[in-house]
């Protein structure tokens, strides 16, 4: 009973260290979360505006840009995925690793060759763990990306879609991400980033027969050549903003949880411990009095 009583004891502690740690992460994530909802909120005036921008110069002008048309020349195809660098975030990774892998098996069944580009720790272990090469990884701005990091996955991708067929060029671009659409709910997200897919459009008021004229200053090729690589720079900062607020919800509400489980734990062990002494001394008394009635006996 001693022994048993000791192993409770020692489990009792390590689940109150383990409980401060919980603890811990929960108000850490807690303290940040509402930054990463405020950067959301500030970049989509930003996104929509130059959303509309583009609209309005694909839509009134005839140029055709290579960001605006479907490659015929290769099959190779790319994939982003913005996962986590860190852990205690309940199902958050898997969730969009495993959305990659239906997208990739999808891409696979068309025929295409998928080349994965990966920012966050946890998935680029994922993929080096399992042998599958990586045609980009970034690693250590998960919960707070910068417009530098956002400007260098942009340049990477763009360089591998205007390459040549034959050095490795790239059909299209998708990426996978995590949606934030409220504290409890994220959902992992598809979206085709090139060949670019402009919805939200400039469309005419209901009632005009004609649409309106645009003229442009530079040519619009020149606007195009300019302003689809901010669109392109604009739309995969946006996804690393939204997994960024994605990820410290999920980590707030898993080390919530986890929390109020080692609460349980502490009062199962405090319990059980309890128990065990109860037993222990109920032992000792017996062992006294049978004692006692021995000597008893024999005199």
């Known amino acids: 009973m001693a022994g048993l009583q000791r192993v409770y004891k020692q489990r009792i502690k390590s689940t109150q260290s383990l409980k401060k740690m919980f603890r811990a992460q929960e108000l850490i994530a807690a303290s ?10 500030m970049a989509a005036p930003y996104s929509r505006a130059i959303t509309r921008a583009v609209s309005a110069v694909a839509t009134h002008s005839n140029v055709t840009h290579p960001f605006l ?16 660098d860190r852990g205690m975030a309940g199902a958050y990774s898997a969730s969009v690793i495993r959305e990659t892998e239906r997208l990739i098996e999808r891409l ?18 994922f993929y080096s763990f399992r042998g599958r090469e ?23 991708l ?23 659409v409220n ?19 400039v469309t005419p008021p209901d009632d005009a027969e004609t649409l309106p004229l645009y003229e442009f200053e530079p040519e619009p090729a020149v606007v195009l050549d300019a ?21 410290l919800a999920a980590r707030q509400r898993a080390m919530h949880t986890a929390t109020e489980n080692a609460e349980d734990l502490i ?29 008893a006996s024999a005199s």
């Open 183 to 201: 504290m409890v709910t994220q959902n992992p997200r598809v979206i085709r980033l090139l060949p670019l897919e402009v919805v939200e459009g």
């Open 69 to 84: 048309v479907e490659r015929t020349d290769t099959k190779r195809v790319a994939v982003l995925l913005i996962a986590s």
């Open 227 to 247: 302003l689809l690589p901010r669109y392109v720079r604009s739309r995969i900062y946006a996804c690393l903003l939204q997994a960024a607020a994605s990820e």
């Open 158 to 180: 763009l360089d591998a879609f205007r390459a040549p067929a034959d050095e490795g060029g790239i059909a299209e671009v998708h990426v996978v991400y995590t949606h934030f």
């Open 108 to 125: 696979e069944r068309e025929g295409k060759t998928v080349s994965l580009y990966v920012s966050g720790r946890r998935a680029v272990s």
């Open 32 to 41: 940040r979360i509402g930054k990463a909802r405020d950067r959301v909120s």
């Open 267 to 295: 009062r199962m062990y405090t319990r059980l411990a309890n128990q065990a002494r109860q037993g222990e001394i109920t032992q000792e008394i017996s062992e006294i009095v049978s004692g006692a009635d021995a000597l």
């Open 134 to 156: 990586l045609a980009g990884q970034w690693q250590g701005h998960s919960d707070a990306p910068s417009t530098e990091v956002a400007g260098e996955i942009a340049e990477a």
